[in-house]
């Protein structure tokens, strides 16, 4: 389907998301795109929905029957929060913060793991692990981020604030993520075997916590976890 195709209403928007193109939609999937114009556009309709199915499915909207209707009403509210997207360059920037706590852990012969906590545009709490320097099986990178932050912001609290590791969290760390209220987990690489967003559970698609940690990765799975993959061959 063309992208002229795409109704001028919507088209409008998307544009404003740099989202106006058909590859797009079906790249993302109509609920992520619709969930973007909603929070950027919050009076928008569930026609947008529709239109935004269509165009991802390349079949005509006003084949759509009430049923389906209802149906892609029931999918978009049983999604978890989203919040506005992060820019590519956002994400290489503060990953790379991270990393550069992963090689202080290695430097400690711990596991290469490094955190950033990221309020307002600004690091205000860094980490890595340390558990084998502490004698502390919860010194996480993570963990140690968090106490870091909580005690900067004066706050147990950390809503409005995202969380950048290197390699996906485990379900220690996850656990403290919602418990602390992270708003975002930004993750490089997953975790085979310990890992609690993909790998081995699927902690935050749990929707009967009080707080719901929206979670972006893998971002780059083979630059990610090189630093630790290369770790463990060494060590056998």
Not at 15 to 27: M, S
Not at 75 to 101: C, G, Y
Not at 111 to 126: D, K, L, M, N, S
Not at 162 to 171: H, W
Request: glycine letters at 2%; a positive charge.
């Amino acid at each position: 389907m063309s992208e002229i195709n795409i109704p001028y209403y919507l088209k409008s928007k998307l544009e404003r998301l740099n989202l106006a193109t058909t590859k797009l939609i079906r790249q993302h999937g109509y609920l992520e795109i619709y969930s973007q114009l909603k929070l950027a556009f919050p009076s928008i309709n569930y026609q947008a929905l529709y239109d935004l199915y269509c165009l991802a499915q390349q079949s005509l909207c006003y084949t759509l029957a009430p049923e389906k209707q209802a149906e892609l009403r029931a999918e978009f509210k049983a999604m978890t929060p989203r919040h506005i997207w992060l820019k590519p360059d956002t994400i290489k920037h503060f990953l790379t913060a991270a990393e550069e706590q992963a090689q202080l852990a290695l430097q400690d012969n711990e596991v290469p793991i490094g955190a950033v906590i990221v309020h307002q545009e600004q690091i205000i709490a860094r980490g890595y692990n340390r558990t084998r320097r502490d004698n502390d099986i919860m010194a996480h990178a993570e963990i140690v981020a968090i106490l870091a932050a909580q005690q900067h912001l004066q706050n147990y609290r950390l809503s409005e604030c995202d969380l950048y590791i290197t390699v996906e969290p485990c379900l220690m760390c996850s656990g403290a993520i919602i418990n602390s209220r992270i708003k975002r987990v930004i993750f490089g690489a997953c975790e085979p075997k310990t890992g609690a967003y993909i790998s081995q559970h699927q902690v935050f698609n749990n929707k009967k916590t009080n707080h719901h940690t929206e979670v972006i990765g893998p971002i780059d799975q083979n630059h990610y976890s090189r630093l630790i993959s290369t770790f463990f061959q060494n060590k056998s």
